[in-house]
């Protein structure tokens, strides 16, 4: 059941949208807006200093979170920050108002603390929120989705840093961001977002990613591993051949196969939907009005998470080593991995700034006993998840 929102003054036309960030989601989001007849960006917040950031009407930017709460309906978080975003979301929930993101790794790392406090859901256009859409498809449809799926057309789990600038440079966007795509870290939480979200499970750590397999073929090797395991599974292929979308495999109680297979869904038992596309900001007032109408959430982690994103060293790093970057950063990258296996690990998100107090190999997984992580909201709320799954309390800084 969706937490209420705190009745506020009757709402504007157009709805006053307050957006959290200034980065590529954000700009491109506050252009399309220009162009909506019934949502209004009021302020955006930004960190830097005002006359530094460009592409935005200076009247609309603002360093006070108090403003632009004060002048929303809805917030919408996409500053790729954890820390930040926890600060934001604990401020607009306080306040009543409801929150989209485009963060899985807010989410994955804290969102589970954050779902049962207030209206809080992740937005269409990035993978997670596109499965979300498709499995609202799919089951409208009457098909009983077993698979969960996300393509992905190239990984190199540890990439050089000079690569990572060039390509960062290239696609302009930030070098954390193309380094996090490019060694799996992204994708790793992603898939680990729709697992918990969707009540699914992973088949093993960091999951199967089928590797260079056409779709239907591993579409029948997935719905296969669903079925063995007795329920749905979150998971990806590998493939550069296909197009960057997600897919959802599933079967169908009640329509007759031949009826299926007339519809160009093959032979089954296993039936394949396909949504060849996610376009980021450009799908996110989707979202944004579903939530302004009372329609509940999309998408978030759930109170009780099954799957956990823990952080592999990439390379030997030392006692004292600091994590100035965890995410996208040249020590770790993320791999998902259940709760009931990872045992006391912190989620990769938690790590930016964190302190090393053992030595650690290249291929290990951090343990909460291998780091100090500095106080902040969002290692109370992750402290505050253990016990709901069964882990020990991380060590205070």
């Not at 989601?25 to 930004?46: E, F, H, K, N």
């Not at 809805?74 to 963060?103: N, R, W, Y």
Request: glycine share 10%.
């Amino acid at each position: 059941m969706q937490p209420l929102v705190k009745s506020r003054s009757p709402r504007s036309v157009p709805a006053r949208i307050g957006i959290v960030g200034t980065g590529f989601i954000a700009m491109g989001l506050c252009m399309l807006m220009r162009t909506t007849a019934d949502l209004g960006v009021s302020r955006v917040l930004t960190r830097r200093t005002l006359d530094s950031v460009q592409h935005f009407e200076p009247k609309l930017l603002t360093r006070s979170l108090d403003e632009v709460v004060a002048n929303s309906d809805l917030i919408v978080e996409c500053s790729g920050d954890i820390q930040h975003a926890s600060m934001v979301v604990d401020t607009a929930f306080k306040a009543g108002l409801p929150v989209v993101t485009m963060g899985a790794e807010f989410h994955v790392t804290v969102g589970s603390y954050f779902c049962n406090r207030g209206l809080l859901t992740e937005a269409e256009g990035d993978q997670p929120g596109s499965l979300a859409a498709l499995h609202e498809e799919a089951v409208g449809m009457g098909f009983q989705p077993l698979v969960y799926g996300n393509i992905k057309g190239f990984l190199n789990e540890n990439p050089s840093a000079t690569e990572m600038a060039y390509w960062a440079e290239r696609n302009g966007i930030s070098v954390p961001q193309v380094t996090s795509f490019t060694d799996g870290t992204k994708l790793q939480i992603e898939q680990a977002l729709v697992a918990n979200g969707m009540n699914a499970d992973i088949v093993q750590r960091g999951m199967l990613g089928l590797r260079d397999i056409p779709l239907e073929d591993a579409a029948l090797m997935l719905g296969h591993e669903a079925t063995t395991l007795g329920g749905p599974i979150s998971d990806y292929v590998l493939n550069s051949k296909l197009p960057a979308g997600v897919f959802l495999v599933g079967s169908h109680a009640t329509e007759r196969p031949e009826v299926l297979r007339y519809l160009k869904l093959g032979e089954g038992p296993y039936y394949t939907l396909l949504r060849p596309y996610h376009l980021c900001h450009l799908e996110m007032p989707r979202t944004i009005r579903r939530v302004l109408e009372g329609r509940g959430a999309l998408l978030n982690n759930s109170p009780t998470p099954r799957v956990n994103v823990v952080a592999i060293a990439k390379r030997d790093l030392r006692a004292g080593h600091l994590i100035e970057q965890a995410i996208g950063g040249m020590d770790f990258r993320g791999e998902a991995m259940r709760f009931s296996e990872c045992g006391s690990a912190p989620p990769i998100g938690l790590l930016s700034g964190a302190r090393l107090r053992h030595s650690v190999s290249a291929g290990q997984i951090l343990s909460a006993s291998d780091v100090d992580i500095p106080d902040s909201l969002a290692k109370h709320a992750w402290q505050s998840l253990l016990p709901r799954i069964g882990s020990r309390e991380l060590a205070v800084a």
